[in-house]
């Protein structure tokens, strides 16, 4: 089985310990990880492990393969701080 992340574009986000009512910052959201023999089963199983999501007002959903099946333990960390 393959492993997949399943992000959206629509909704707002926040900086954090931002104090502005208004979101002030445009990026993409992560839905949730699912794996399955392509995207399309992928879907069916995100569905299946996260029924809440069929509640929620999001509507688009962009699915894109994760190449290395260990993506959380080898992903390279980098801090803005660093870079100030």
């Known amino acids: 089985m393959k492993s997949y992340i399943f992000i959206t574009e629509e909704g707002t986000s926040y900086q954090p310990n931002s104090i502005s009512s208004e979101p002030d910052i445009d990026n993409c959201q ?3 990880f699912a794996k399955g023999k392509d995207e399309d089963e992928a879907f069916i199983n995100l569905n299946k492990e996260n029924d809440y999501l069929l509640d929620t007002n ?3 959903i962009i699915c894109i393969e994760l190449k290395n099946e260990n ?3 080898n992903a390279k960390y980098f801090h ?3 870079y100030k």
């Open 71 to 73: 993506y959380y333990h």
């Open 80 to 82: 803005l701080s660093e």
């Open 58 to 60: 999001f509507d688009e």
């Open 30 to 32: 992560v839905i949730a």
